[in-house]
């Protein structure tokens, strides 16, 4: 009686959560990460490098679609789910072009998540050259940043230029962690900022949020680093 209780309220926060999510422009972290990239679109080969992943990733997450708990409801945003709580914001970021939704935007503790999934090779990772040059466009853009252990492994720390108005200028800087997991032919990427970004010790709340994504690379062919689509949220369902 009591599974059924509370199996019934996480139905009724991811249905709240979905009817509350809203469109927004991208964020300039994930603009940042775009144009490192474009820069790493025009580099005819890059070397393979090993996957870059927690130990527990199988079992604590960010979960693959065949890995995640079956009977939990989750969000469906297609190229990942997220299993919702309460006090939790979901936005979804559309990129001003082309109109489609880039990344996923997850408020909640004080701190802001932002995930956005790609498709990857089966055998290889995609974090270790995706950070030297996401590291090298902050510095680029008048940023500073530092590499760091975290609990997924390297990410970056950063204070990322504060862009005021249409001509670039700038007025101070902001906080934020670029977070990456390598999957199973799929790479997940984070941006924290907020709370979990100024103080990582106190970063446990956003970093289980974002062990609790399931993405959903799917059966079609997709060259490697292109963005899994995302869509708004469908409906309330299991992770498969």
């Known amino acids: 009686m009591k599974f059924g209780r509370r199996k019934r309220d996480e139905v009724e926060v991811a249905e709240a959560v979905a009817e509350d999510a809203e469109v927004a422009g991208t964020t300039p972290e994930v603009e940042l990460a775009a144009d490192a990239d474009a820069d790493l679109d025009e580099v005819d080969a ?35 789910k997220v299993l919702p709580r309460e006090g939790l914001h979901l936005r979804l ?13 997850l408020d909640y503790d004080e ?55 249409g001509s670039g200028g700038t007025d101070g800087a902001r906080p934020a962690r670029f977070v990456g997991v390598d999957g199973p032919r799929w790479f997940l990427r984070g941006v924290i900022a907020g709370k979990a970004a100024e103080r990582p010790e106190d970063a446990a ?11 959903v690379r799917g059966t079609t062919p997709m060259p490697p680093r292109d963005l899994i689509p995302l869509h708004m949220p469908k409906s309330t369902q299991s992770a498969v």
């Open 46 to 80: 890059v070397a393979p490098t090993d996957k870059s992943a927690p130990d527990d990733r199988a079992a604590n997450g960010p979960h693959d679609e065949t890995e995640a708990n079956l009977v939990r409801p989750y969000v469906d945003l297609g190229g990942v």
């Open 93 to 105: 970021e559309v990129e001003e072009g082309s109109q489609r939704v880039v990344a996923v935007g």
């Open 111 to 165: 701190s802001t998540l932002q995930v956005q999934p790609f498709a990857a090779p089966r055998s290889t990772g995609l974090w270790h050259e995706i950070r030297a040059q996401i590291a090298e466009q902050i510095e680029r853009q008048g940023g500073t940043v530092q590499e760091a252990d975290g609990p997924f492994g390297p990410e970056l720390r950063a204070l990322v230029p504060v862009v005021t108005d």
């Open 205 to 215: 709340e956003i970093e289980e949020l974002f062990r609790s994504v399931v993405v």
